[in-house]
């Protein structure tokens, strides 16, 4: 079991660029979790989703950031017009149903710097 | 108010010794608690999960829950410089979401 599979591990853009992160949850999983990781600010939760379907995304900034998980292929957190505050390490997490019962399992990160 | 408070500050301690982490909650109604633990560079892996009240021990590990101070804890006995890491509190709440803790940072000297 390979677990949770994100990808790229590091991530440089320029400001004004766009960055795609990928995750694919453990086998079995249908609930993804998108969090942000700042210094000195802990664990923020960004978005829930399920197959083809946004649960939860109040934790999103409302401009420039969107989630999805397509039917087929992982779930992608895409940030347009990165900005330095920005920079992050942006973890994905999966559930095989909910987190009161299961807890999340986390994927190792993509830490994003935006220069 | 914040769903979980734990104060972020780094602990050091001499191999051997007993680690004592908390943090506060404000819910009343929050059943469920877990501790994370997270390496450098790595996503944060569940420790200890506990439901309700009182105590969960796990070889060298006790999460303990009280309800009437909403107050949850982490020991670690007979602590290794592999338990060195990052140990964060979590509350799941709302729509599947897990609320967490700022972390402690915990180095163990050998």
């Known amino acids: 079991n390979a677990g949770v599979m994100q990808n790229p591990r590091h991530l440089v853009r320029r400001r004004g660029q766009e960055a795609r992160l990928r995750c694919s949850p453990m086998?079995?999983?249908?609930?993804v979790y998108w969090y942000r990781q700042l210094p000195e600010e802990g664990l923020k939760f960004m978005v829930y989703?399920?197959?083809?379907?946004?649960?939860?995304e109040s934790g999103m900034p409302k401009e420039r950031f969107s989630a999805e998980f397509p039917k087929e292929g992982p779930s992608i957190l895409r940030i347009q017009q990165v900005v330095r505050g920005d920079s992050a390490a942006y973890f994905c997490a999966s559930s095989p149903g909910t987190a009161n019962n299961y807890g999340y399992t986390f994927g190792s990160g993509t830490r994003l710097t935006v220069v | 108010q914040k769903e979980v408070e734990q104060d972020p500050g780094p602990l050091s301690v001499p191999e051997g010794a007993i680690v004592s982490l908390n943090c506060t909650y404000s819910?009343?109604?929050?059943?469920?608690f877990m501790w994370y633990r997270q390496y450098s560079r790595k996503g944060p892996e569940l420790l200890m999960y506990?439901?309700?009240?009182g105590n969960k021990e796990d070889g060298r590990f006790t999460a303990q829950v009280d309800k009437s101070s909403k107050y949850i804890s982490l020991f670690i006995r007979d602590s290794q410089p592999s338990d060195s890491a990052t140990y964060l509190c979590?509350?799941?709440?709302?729509?599947?979401?897990?609320?967490f803790g700022k972390g402690n940072q915990v180095v163990v000297i050998p």
């Open positions: 989703l399920q197959k083809e379907n946004i649960i939860d």
């Open positions: 979590a509350i799941p709440y709302g729509n599947n979401r897990l609320a």
């Open positions: 086998k079995g999983h249908s609930h």
């Open positions: 506990t439901y309700s009240s």
């Open positions: 819910n009343s109604a929050f059943q469920y």
